[in-house]
């Protein structure tokens, strides 16, 4: 497989494990957060935990769209989607995310909801083309780098003089969450964990950039590596925060020069300004509310924008208070000190953000890692 | 009577409501494109069933459903596979296929070429299989009623004596053999989706695989312990399914599953994994060591199992976890699939 074969070659990984090894100081600690769940997915996926030294911990961090959505949204989506005007189109992962009281928009489909799973914005365009007598509304969800493509789809329908199409916008942004992990009220109450360093997504840092984590970094003194997903692009930004902390640097390089500029890609950045603006705040399942954390259509594409077309009330609804979440996202705790993990809490059942999605924190673990867990035990 | 009835206009014809009401449009559609389509002896009596002999050993029997979208693929259609996958079910005891049954759920505007298209080709591929399909039904329902057509098979075959092949038989230290690569029914099927158009010159693998398991049977005899075939779930699925029944674990080796480049990027581009996507001609067999490299040879000198591949080996574990040596050094699980596979976002 071209293009990624080359980031998954065995005796480069493991010279670079040998690297890292050397390298960290076995009396200190290095423990980095991969703020992104495709970041989560890889190292689970490659066993990346068995090639690094103990000393280095990964903790896995509130990265993955799907997980962070709050119940109210899906419920929100719910009852959009019970009306029988409207089709909702949905990305597949978003089906099974469980609302209030094991709601979900699978549950809704079956018991009669119009709901489509597509696979990109254009196929939403075109069911809203072939339904002119329906209200076609896209569930857009994702981070910076799913949001260029919901801003395309909103130019192309108002080109297309579309009437009955909109979007229930529920992008977030990377940076605001990134901060709100170290300096969130909620600390005082589930504690600090320490992080000596992150591992940025290379798919953001595509369209935004490194430079909006120049602050981060400088403000909280905190390396950052923009990595890929590939598990060669791992170990290498692994081996890039190593060296940071050994030298007590605290930058923001750039792993993926393949794809990442400082800039990042103007054009898209230009679109998504266009269309979008921030919300004061925004509610991320297991963070809470976050500050100019989301984004929601400007004034002047109110047309297209569901929450205003069709009076759409925020909902809000409690997490199940024994759901560890907060604490697990935020590399306080780890998904095994959960007492829902893999009890009622499981990838079939999931009750928290960290197991709605494969890239969830407890999800990865319990699909990819939960033997280490019986390991560990039998070790002791 | 056969005189009074007209000929089906299979070119431009479709299926309606009397074509499932038991007159003579009924009598009309079965003779004139089902008989045609599989005829043999038994369906030649025209009764509402079929009697026929019985050979030495046991007997087994399987039944299975199917409810595909889109009814046709690259590589086959429905009813190949609605062949294919019972008589796959047989052959995984060991068992010579000898007849199956038929049931088609149809929908009305089914169009009389498509359906004759869909029996011809079930026809080729039980005569191929050297099965009859000596029964069957037909019922017709309202449009939007069925997802244009669901078929049913049964069928029944003979294990010889002497061999007994069921997941209590695994042992520590077994060896995991497949028939060759994963995947590629799943990715065949999920390339001709509705808004799924990415180009893949990938085929489904369907087909029947009875004559392997009985080169296989010659090869191995009583050393070969169970065979599965992974189909929904794919091999995660198998693998934990028998690691549950037999009470062992397995350890595979990631860079010994071999996966067509094609089906590894359609994964890769969806965020699905080879090891969950389905088959249907493919054959998991667990099989003692000493017996296995005799197995493995007669599965590369049959056209079906040329890329067949030792993967790992049964252990002892108390949590019955399939673990996997990954081909990049380090070490996971291979899970059940959880829901229904979905495409991630990102």
């Known amino acids: ?380 | 009577m056969k005189a009074y009835q007209r000929k089906l206009d299979i070119r431009n014809g479709c299926v309606d409501l009397s074509h499932g009401s038991g007159g003579r449009a009924m009598a009309q559609l079965i003779s004139g494109l089902f008989h045609e389509a599989f005829g043999n002896e038994w369906l030649a009596r025209g009764n509402d069933q079929s009697a026929f002999d019985v050979g030495a050993g046991r007997m087994v029997m399987t039944t299975d459903g199917y409810v595909v979208s889109p009814l046709f693929f690259p590589g086959g259609n429905i009813g190949s596979l609605a062949v294919h996958g019972t008589v796959n079910d047989i052959a995984m005891a060991g068992a010579k296929p000898l007849y199956l049954s038929a049931s088609f759920i149809i929908e009305e505007g089914f169009r009389f070429a498509d359906l004759k298209t869909i029996a011809d080709s079930m026809g080729e591929a039980a005569r191929t299989a050297g099965v009859h399909i000596i029964t069957g039904d037909t019922k017709v329902v309202e449009r939007g009623k069925a997802d244009g057509l669901f078929i049913s098979t049964s069928a029944v075959g003979i294990v010889p004596d002497g061999l007994d092949l069921s997941a209590e038989n695994a042992r520590v230290g077994d060896r995991v053999l497949i028939s060759g690569t994963l995947g590629d029914h799943g990715v065949a099927i999920m390339s001709k989706r509705q808004n799924l158009a990415f180009e893949t010159e990938i085929v489904s693998d369907s087909a029947a695989l009875n004559d392997l398991v009985a080169r296989m049977v010659e090869a191995g005899g009583a050393g070969i312990r169970l065979m599965r075939d992974p189909t929904r779930g794919g091999l995660a699925a198998t693998l934990n399914e028998i690691a549950q029944q037999s009470r062992l674990g397995f350890h595979l080796v990631e860079e010994e599953i071999p996966v067509k480049p094609g089906v590894a990027a359609a994964c890769e581009l969806l965020g699905l994994d080879p090891l969950h996507v389905a088959n249907e001609g493919k054959l998991v067999a667990i099989v003692a060591p000493e017996t296995a490299g005799a197995v493995l040879v007669a599965m590369r000198e049959h056209p079906l199992g040329r890329d067949a591949a030792d993967i790992g080996e049964a252990v002892a574990d108390d949590h019955h976890f399939v673990q996997m040596a990954t081909s990049f050094g380090g070490g996971r699980i291979v899970d059940w699939l959880s829901g229904e596979q979905l495409p991630r976002i990102c």
């Open chain 1, 1 to 380: 497989m071209k293009y990624a074969d080359e980031f998954r070659d065995k005796e480069i990984a493991l010279g670079l494990a040998k690297t890292i090894r050397a390298e960290t100081d076995p009396g200190r600690p290095y423990r980095f957060m991969e703020f992104c769940g495709g970041h989560t997915h890889a190292i689970s996926r490659y066993g990346l935990e068995d090639m690094l030294p103990d000393n280095v911990r990964m903790i896995h961090g509130p990265g993955c769209p799907v997980c962070v959505l709050p119940a109210g949204r899906i419920d929100m989506a719910i009852r959009l989607a019970e009306r029988s005007e409207i089709i909702l189109c949905v990305y597949g992962d978003l089906m099974r995310v469980p609302g209030s009281q094991g709601a979900s928009l699978l549950k809704a489909k079956a018991r009669g909801a119009d709901i489509r799973m597509v696979y990109s914005t254009i196929d939403a365009i075109r069911i809203a083309e072939d339904n002119p007598e329906r209200e076609i509304v896209f569930f857009a969800i994702g981070f910076e780098t799913t949001t260029p493509p919901t801003a395309v789809m909103i130019r192309l329908a108002e080109k297309k003089q579309l009437s009955n199409f909109s979007v229930f916008c529920n992008h977030v942004l990377t940076p605001p969450a990134m901060q709100n992990i170290l300096e969130s009220p909620d600390i005082r109450n589930i504690g600090r964990v320490e992080i000596d360093g992150f591992v940025g997504p290379a798919h953001v840092s595509t369209i935004i950039g490194t430079a909006p984590y120049e602050f981060f970094a400088e403000e909280f003194g905190k390396p950052v590596v923009i990595s890929g997903f590939e598990p060669l692009d791992m170990m290498q930004a692994i081996l890039m925060l190593v060296r940071q902390v050994n030298e007590n640097r605290h930058e923001v390089e750039n792993q993926y020069s393949r794809a990442v500029t400082r800039d990042g890609n103007l054009r898209a950045k230009e679109e998504v300004s266009d269309i979008f603006e921030l919300r004061d705040q925004f509610e991320w399942r297991g963070l809470g509310p976050v500050p100019y954390s989301g984004l929601k259509l400007k004034r002047a594409y109110a047309r297209y924008d569901a929450e205003v077309r069709f009076g759409m009330n925020e909902l809000c609804v409690d997490d199940n208070p024994a759901c560890e979440c907060g604490a697990i996202l935020r590399g306080v705790k780890k998904p095994v000190d959960c007492k829902l993990f893999g009890t009622v809490c499981t990838p079939e059942t999931p009750m928290g953000s960290c197991m709605v999605s494969s890239e969830g924190a407890c999800a990865a673990h319990w699909t990819y890692g939960r033997f280490r867990d019986h390991q560990q035990r039998r070790a002791s």
